[in-house]
Protein backbone atom coordinates (compact mmCIF):
# COMPACT_ATOMS: atom_id res chain seq x y z
CA UNK A 1 0.00 0.00 0.00
CA UNK A 2 2.64 2.10 0.85
CA UNK A 3 4.59 1.82 -2.58
CA UNK A 4 1.19 2.20 -4.62
CA UNK A 5 0.49 5.58 -2.82
CA UNK A 6 4.00 7.07 -3.36
CA UNK A 7 4.76 5.10 -6.71
CA UNK A 8 7.47 6.94 -8.69
CA UNK A 9 6.60 9.03 -11.48
CA UNK A 10 8.45 6.95 -13.65
CA UNK A 11 6.15 4.56 -13.22
CA UNK A 12 3.14 6.67 -13.14
CA UNK A 13 4.03 7.63 -16.55
CA UNK A 14 4.81 4.15 -17.97
CA UNK A 15 1.39 2.88 -16.34
CA UNK A 16 -0.84 5.58 -18.09
CA UNK A 17 0.97 5.45 -21.53
CA UNK A 18 0.25 1.43 -21.46
CA UNK A 19 -3.47 1.53 -20.16
CA UNK A 20 -4.44 4.55 -23.04
CA UNK A 21 -2.30 1.89 -25.72
CA UNK A 22 -4.29 -0.80 -24.66
CA UNK A 23 -7.55 1.33 -25.24
CA UNK A 24 -6.05 2.82 -28.98
CA UNK A 25 -5.41 -0.77 -30.13
CA UNK A 26 -8.47 -1.64 -28.82
CA UNK A 27 -10.94 0.98 -29.89
CA UNK A 28 -9.56 4.19 -31.86
CA UNK A 29 -11.17 7.14 -32.08
CA UNK A 30 -12.18 7.99 -35.97
CA UNK A 31 -9.95 11.25 -35.16
CA UNK A 32 -6.92 9.16 -34.09
CA UNK A 33 -7.28 7.00 -37.09
CA UNK A 34 -6.71 10.28 -39.45
CA UNK A 35 -3.82 11.55 -37.40
CA UNK A 36 -1.72 8.84 -36.70
CA UNK A 37 1.08 7.49 -39.84
CA UNK A 38 -0.50 4.29 -41.87
CA UNK A 39 2.69 2.43 -40.74
CA UNK A 40 1.45 2.74 -37.18
CA UNK A 41 -2.54 2.40 -38.27
CA UNK A 42 -0.88 -0.58 -40.12
CA UNK A 43 0.20 -2.09 -36.67
CA UNK A 44 -2.40 -1.33 -34.58
CA UNK A 45 -4.96 -3.42 -36.57
CA UNK A 46 -2.66 -6.81 -37.26
CA UNK A 47 -3.10 -6.39 -32.91
CA UNK A 48 -6.64 -5.88 -33.06
CA UNK A 49 -7.29 -8.56 -35.74
CA UNK A 50 -4.94 -10.80 -33.11
CA UNK A 51 -7.40 -9.89 -30.31
CA UNK A 52 -10.22 -9.80 -31.89
CA UNK A 53 -9.91 -13.50 -32.76
CA UNK A 54 -9.52 -14.24 -28.78
CA UNK A 55 -12.43 -12.08 -27.62
CA UNK A 56 -15.87 -10.92 -28.48
CA UNK A 57 -16.43 -7.17 -29.59
CA UNK A 58 -18.21 -6.35 -26.18
CA UNK A 59 -15.50 -7.69 -24.08
CA UNK A 60 -12.99 -5.39 -26.63
CA UNK A 61 -15.31 -2.46 -25.91
CA UNK A 62 -15.37 -3.15 -22.45
CA UNK A 63 -11.75 -3.70 -21.86
CA UNK A 64 -11.20 -0.64 -23.93
CA UNK A 65 -13.61 1.25 -21.91
CA UNK A 66 -11.69 0.29 -18.50
CA UNK A 67 -8.29 1.35 -19.74
CA UNK A 68 -9.56 4.70 -20.65
CA UNK A 69 -11.17 4.92 -17.11
CA UNK A 70 -8.14 3.44 -15.52
CA UNK A 71 -5.75 5.88 -17.59
CA UNK A 72 -7.77 9.00 -16.90
CA UNK A 73 -7.83 8.47 -13.11
CA UNK A 74 -4.15 7.66 -12.61
CA UNK A 75 -3.10 11.15 -14.24
CA UNK A 76 -5.69 12.50 -12.32
CA UNK A 77 -4.52 11.32 -8.87
CA UNK A 78 -0.72 10.91 -9.46
CA UNK A 79 0.30 13.61 -11.64
CA UNK A 80 -2.20 16.55 -10.60
CA UNK A 81 -3.72 15.51 -6.92
CA UNK A 82 -0.66 13.71 -5.21
CA UNK A 83 1.77 16.56 -6.54
CA UNK A 84 -0.40 19.71 -6.13
CA UNK A 85 -3.58 18.69 -3.44
CA UNK A 86 -3.17 15.80 -1.13
CA UNK A 87 -0.80 12.75 -1.16
CA UNK A 88 -0.70 9.71 1.61
CA UNK A 89 1.94 8.38 3.41
CA UNK A 90 2.66 6.17 6.76
CA UNK A 91 4.54 6.62 9.69
CA UNK A 92 7.34 4.73 9.98
CA UNK A 93 8.66 5.39 13.52
CA UNK A 94 7.59 5.94 16.43
CA UNK A 95 8.82 9.82 16.82
CA UNK A 96 5.24 11.14 16.67
CA UNK A 97 3.20 8.39 19.19
CA UNK A 98 0.39 8.79 21.00
CA UNK A 99 -0.77 10.93 18.18
CA UNK A 100 0.45 8.65 15.37
CA UNK A 101 1.35 5.58 15.33
CA UNK A 102 4.04 3.32 13.39
CA UNK A 103 3.53 -0.68 12.99
CA UNK A 104 4.52 -3.18 14.99
CA UNK A 105 4.39 -7.49 14.80
CA UNK A 106 0.48 -6.71 16.14
CA UNK A 107 -1.03 -3.67 14.87
CA UNK A 108 -1.04 -1.77 11.36
CA UNK A 109 0.63 1.59 11.46
CA UNK A 110 -1.22 4.94 10.41
CA UNK A 111 -1.59 5.88 6.87
CA UNK A 112 -2.47 9.38 6.99
CA UNK A 113 -3.56 12.54 4.18
CA UNK A 114 -1.47 15.39 3.98
CA UNK A 115 -2.85 18.26 2.25
CA UNK A 116 -0.28 20.08 0.02
CA UNK A 117 -1.93 22.62 -1.25
CA UNK A 118 -2.25 24.79 2.01
CA UNK A 119 1.58 24.84 2.40
CA UNK A 120 1.54 26.47 -0.89
CA UNK A 121 -0.68 29.19 0.53
CA UNK A 122 0.05 29.95 3.96
CA UNK A 123 3.09 28.52 5.96
CA UNK A 124 2.72 26.54 8.78
CA UNK A 125 1.45 27.32 12.08
CA UNK A 126 2.08 26.03 15.86
CA UNK A 127 0.94 22.97 16.47
CA UNK A 128 0.21 21.91 13.21
CA UNK A 129 2.29 18.82 12.07
CA UNK A 130 3.91 18.69 8.64
CA UNK A 131 5.26 15.66 6.52
CA UNK A 132 8.73 17.33 4.85
CA UNK A 133 11.29 15.89 2.75
CA UNK A 134 14.61 15.79 4.76
CA UNK A 135 16.92 18.66 5.12
CA UNK A 136 20.51 18.14 4.51
CA UNK A 137 21.76 17.79 7.96
CA UNK A 138 18.93 15.16 8.11
CA UNK A 139 19.33 13.47 4.89
CA UNK A 140 23.21 12.56 5.52
CA UNK A 141 22.60 10.42 8.27
CA UNK A 142 19.09 9.17 7.59
CA UNK A 143 18.86 9.29 3.41
CA UNK A 144 16.16 10.63 1.23
CA UNK A 145 13.06 10.52 3.27
CA UNK A 146 9.66 12.18 4.33
CA UNK A 147 9.56 12.63 7.64
CA UNK A 148 6.82 14.21 9.64
CA UNK A 149 6.80 16.24 12.91
CA UNK A 150 4.81 18.95 14.88
CA UNK A 151 5.75 22.73 14.45
CA UNK A 152 6.79 23.86 17.97
CA UNK A 153 8.58 26.81 16.45
CA UNK A 154 8.00 29.36 13.71
CA UNK A 155 10.31 32.44 12.33
CA UNK A 156 11.26 34.51 14.99
CA UNK A 157 10.14 32.29 18.12
CA UNK A 158 12.68 31.58 21.02
CA UNK A 159 13.23 27.77 21.94
CA UNK A 160 14.09 26.26 25.04
CA UNK A 161 13.99 22.89 26.25
CA UNK A 162 14.72 22.18 30.15
CA UNK A 163 14.73 18.49 31.36
CA UNK A 164 12.07 16.79 33.23
CA UNK A 165 13.63 15.93 36.68
CA UNK A 166 12.29 13.92 40.00
CA UNK A 167 14.02 15.35 43.64
CA UNK A 168 13.81 12.88 46.24
CA UNK A 169 15.43 14.03 49.78
CA UNK A 170 18.17 15.88 47.39
CA UNK A 171 18.92 13.18 45.27
CA UNK A 172 17.43 14.13 41.37
CA UNK A 173 16.38 11.39 38.72
CA UNK A 174 15.58 11.91 35.59
CA UNK A 175 13.36 9.68 33.43
CA UNK A 176 15.70 6.61 32.88
CA UNK A 177 16.96 6.66 36.32
CA UNK A 178 12.88 6.61 37.89
CA UNK A 179 12.29 4.09 35.25
CA UNK A 180 15.33 1.79 36.79
CA UNK A 181 14.15 2.26 40.47
CA UNK A 182 10.77 1.57 39.73
CA UNK A 183 11.66 -1.57 37.84
CA UNK A 184 9.41 -0.59 34.77
CA UNK A 185 11.31 -0.62 32.17
CA UNK A 186 8.42 -0.88 29.36
CA UNK A 187 6.06 1.87 29.64
CA UNK A 188 6.59 5.31 28.81
CA UNK A 189 6.74 7.73 32.42
CA UNK A 190 5.76 11.43 32.36
CA UNK A 191 6.36 14.19 34.95
CA UNK A 192 3.72 15.90 36.46
CA UNK A 193 4.12 18.52 38.96
CA UNK A 194 2.46 16.12 41.61
CA UNK A 195 2.69 12.90 40.28
CA UNK A 196 4.14 10.55 37.58
CA UNK A 197 2.35 8.47 34.77
CA UNK A 198 3.89 5.22 34.41
CA UNK A 199 2.12 3.43 31.19
CA UNK A 200 -1.47 4.52 32.11
CA UNK A 201 -1.26 4.57 35.97
CA UNK A 202 -0.50 7.39 38.30
CA UNK A 203 1.73 7.60 40.91
CA UNK A 204 1.65 10.04 43.62
CA UNK A 205 4.17 11.57 45.40
CA UNK A 206 2.85 9.40 48.33
CA UNK A 207 3.22 6.06 46.07
CA UNK A 208 6.54 7.45 45.15
CA UNK A 209 7.61 7.97 48.57
CA UNK A 210 6.55 4.03 49.35
CA UNK A 211 8.25 3.03 46.64
CA UNK A 212 11.51 4.25 47.81
CA UNK A 213 10.22 3.05 51.58
CA UNK A 214 10.56 6.43 53.16
CA UNK A 215 7.18 7.80 53.79
CA UNK A 216 8.39 11.04 55.14
CA UNK A 217 10.69 11.36 51.81
CA UNK A 218 10.89 15.03 50.73
CA UNK A 219 9.82 14.50 46.93
CA UNK A 220 9.76 17.70 44.20
CA UNK A 221 9.03 16.60 40.72
CA UNK A 222 9.78 19.22 37.74
CA UNK A 223 8.25 18.23 34.88
CA UNK A 224 10.59 18.50 31.28
CA UNK A 225 8.86 21.85 29.29
CA UNK A 226 9.26 23.33 26.11
CA UNK A 227 9.40 27.19 26.58
CA UNK A 228 8.36 29.16 23.57
CA UNK A 229 8.75 33.00 23.91
CA UNK A 230 9.70 33.15 27.70
CA UNK A 231 6.56 31.25 28.20
CA UNK A 232 6.14 27.21 29.07
CA UNK A 233 3.97 25.32 26.48
CA UNK A 234 1.18 22.67 27.56
CA UNK A 235 1.70 19.56 25.49
CA UNK A 236 -0.97 17.09 26.50
CA UNK A 237 -0.38 15.50 23.12
CA UNK A 238 3.00 13.92 24.04
CA UNK A 239 4.48 10.71 25.04
CA UNK A 240 6.68 11.84 27.87
CA UNK A 241 7.79 15.50 29.03
CA UNK A 242 11.73 16.05 27.40
CA UNK A 243 14.26 14.39 29.03
CA UNK A 244 17.50 16.22 28.22
CA UNK A 245 18.29 19.94 28.00
CA UNK A 246 18.50 22.41 25.08
CA UNK A 247 19.63 25.94 24.65
CA UNK A 248 17.40 29.27 23.92
CA UNK A 249 17.73 29.26 19.94
CA UNK A 250 15.66 32.12 17.67
CA UNK A 251 14.58 30.05 15.21
CA UNK A 252 15.49 31.57 11.83
CA UNK A 253 13.37 33.55 9.18
CA UNK A 254 11.70 30.64 6.32
CA UNK A 255 12.77 28.03 9.13
CA UNK A 256 10.77 25.56 11.83
CA UNK A 257 11.48 24.17 14.84
CA UNK A 258 10.13 21.20 15.19
CA UNK A 259 9.66 18.12 17.30
CA UNK A 260 7.98 14.52 17.44
CA UNK A 261 5.14 14.18 19.80
CA UNK A 262 7.40 11.34 21.83
CA UNK A 263 9.97 13.60 22.81
CA UNK A 264 12.64 11.20 23.83
CA UNK A 265 12.56 9.06 21.14
CA UNK A 266 12.62 11.39 18.09
CA UNK A 267 15.45 12.73 16.04
CA UNK A 268 14.06 16.44 15.43
CA UNK A 269 15.24 20.07 15.52
CA UNK A 270 16.67 19.45 18.85
CA UNK A 271 18.89 16.61 16.93
CA UNK A 272 19.60 18.13 13.25
CA UNK A 273 18.52 22.04 13.78
CA UNK A 274 15.56 24.09 12.09
CA UNK A 275 13.97 23.60 9.52
CA UNK A 276 13.63 25.27 6.16
CA UNK A 277 10.03 26.35 4.76
CA UNK A 278 10.77 24.48 0.82
CA UNK A 279 11.07 21.33 2.66
CA UNK A 280 7.89 20.97 3.94
CA UNK A 281 5.83 18.96 1.21
CA UNK A 282 1.69 19.22 3.25
CA UNK A 283 -0.19 19.36 6.45
CA UNK A 284 -1.19 16.18 7.71
CA UNK A 285 -4.90 16.07 7.89
CA UNK A 286 -6.54 12.58 8.51
CA UNK A 287 -5.92 9.14 9.37
CA UNK A 288 -7.49 6.50 7.05
CA UNK A 289 -6.20 3.64 7.91
CA UNK A 290 -6.72 1.00 9.78
CA UNK A 291 -10.22 1.38 10.42
CA UNK A 292 -10.49 1.58 13.92
CA UNK A 293 -8.02 4.88 13.68
CA UNK A 294 -9.66 7.02 11.32
CA UNK A 295 -9.92 10.39 12.26
CA UNK A 296 -8.61 13.71 11.97
CA UNK A 297 -5.16 14.10 13.16
CA UNK A 298 -4.78 17.47 15.77
Known amino acids: MEWFANMPLPWVIVIVIFLFLIRFILKPTPREERILPAGILSAVGGVRVALGRMMKEKWSTTIAE ?97 QGLVSINGTEYNHDQMRSELGDYDHRIKFFPNCLLVGDKKLSKKDLAERFYDSDAHIVIRPGVVIRNGKPLNEPYTNEDPDYDYPLVKVPRDNFFVMGDNRNNSKDSHWWGFLPRKYVQGKAMFVFWPVTRIGLIR
Request: positive net charge.
Open 66 to 162: TAESLGLAFALVFLIIRPFIVQAYFIPSESMEPTLLAATPSRSGDHLLANKAICRLRAPRHREIVVFKAPPALEAEEGKKDFIKRVIGTPGDTIEVR
